[in-house]
């Protein structure tokens, strides 16, 4: 079973930056596809972004389509969210998580979660 552990997160202003980073262990990295979710108070768990196990193809939400970009390095074990044009309303809990292919990802059929790392944009 994989396990996973987020960072990178942390308060930005609006209009900024932050890359997320997700690092794997505890089975072959390459076996999964990959995905980033992000969860606010009092909301339902969102699916940003997924990734295919060899990194050829990817996949976005419409809320973060031209903003966020998933990425993966299989080497390193890591899997990254680049987040750009940031704003209040993507103040959440963002998890990493693993799963056989992209649309299982997609779909929120998962192998494995992270903790999570939080992001919290000001106005």
């Known amino acids: 079973q994989v396990q996973l552990v987020e960072s990178g997160g942390g308060l930005v202003q609006a209009g900024g930056s932050l890359r997320l980073s997700c690092v794997a262990s505890?089975?072959?990295?390459?076996?999964?596809?990959m995905g980033w979710f992000r969860q606010a108070p009092g909301k339902e768990r969102e699916f940003l972004a997924a990734?295919?196990?060899?990194?050829?193809?990817?996949t976005y939400a419409d809320s973060v389509k031209g903003r966020f970009t998933i990425s993966r390095d299989n080497a390193k074990n890591t899997v990254y969210l680049q987040m750009n044009s940031l704003n209040p309303e993507d103040t959440a809990l963002y998890y990493c998580?693993?799963?056989?292919?992209?649309?299982?990802?997609?779909?929120?059929?998962?192998?494995?979660w992270g903790q999570g790392t939080q992001v919290t944009v000001s106005s």
């Open positions: 990734i295919t196990r060899t990194g050829s193809a990817s």
């Open positions: 505890g089975d072959t990295f390459s076996d999964y596809a």
């Open positions: 998580a693993a799963s056989v292919n992209i649309q299982s990802v997609t779909a929120s059929r998962l192998a494995a």
